[in-house]
């Protein structure tokens, strides 16, 4: 009888809003090793700002969803103007859809993103 290896979930890799207001004005996530960053950007200016750089923590088993806390890195978030204020934020993967809780001008909505 052959073995099936099961992988786990694997998120690492590049991911954009789906649920954005503007077509021009969106997020960007990158999920690497052990790291997420989320960028704000504007395609008609060609600029990206930071919103978030925290901790990735990776699915262990084959799943169909996935949450974690990430740990924000303040030190590196301190100085971009857009950034999150918060020190940790809760990120949920199910149904093919990665979204967070983004807090904006005092307006929180819940960004949803899909693997680019």
């Known amino acids: 009888m052959e073995e099936v290896v099961v992988e786990p979930l694997d998120l690492m890799g590049e991911w954009k809003q789906t649920n954005s207001n503007s077509e021009d004005s969106y ?44 740990q924000g890195d303040v030190a590196q978030m301190e100085t971009a103007i857009m950034a999150s204020g918060d020190t940790a934020k809760a990120f949920t993967f199910k149904g093919g859809v990665l979204s967070y809780e983004l807090t904006a001008m005092g307006v929180t909505m819940t960004v949803e993103m899909s693997r680019q």
């Open 27 to 70: 997020q960007t996530a990158t999920i690497t090793g052990e790291q997420i960053t989320v960028d704000w950007v504007n395609a008609a200016d060609s600029t990206k700002a930071v919103y978030w750089i925290g901790s990735y923590v990776a699915p262990t088993e084959d799943t169909e969803s996935h949450s974690w806390d990430s």
